[in-house]
């Protein structure tokens, strides 16, 4: 699987100087990659209130992702 372009995604950002660039939720200090993982063991209302993001927020995320894995699956393969 080829890696995200989160650049492509309006819900998070990469600052520089902030969480050593990793790409945050916008307007957070909240890694991407910590909603992600805990949404394993989590549902989302339990990430929702243990991590102080909205529902509109983790939705951005988990569309994009889900999107890019679509774009990227070889042609003719099912998508679900």
Do not use: Y
């Amino acid at each position: 699987m080829a890696a995200l372009d989160w650049s492509q995604c309006t819900a998070v950002e990469s600052v520089p100087d902030r969480v050593g660039g990793a790409w945050v939720f916008k307007g957070t200090r909240l890694p991407v990659a910590t909603v992600i993982e805990n949404l394993e063991d989590l549902s989302v209302d339990e990430v929702m209130e243990q991590f102080d993001v909205s529902r509109d927020q983790v939705t951005a995320v988990l569309e994009f992702v889900a999107e890019s894995l679509r774009s990227e699956a070889p042609a003719g393969a099912r998508t679900v």
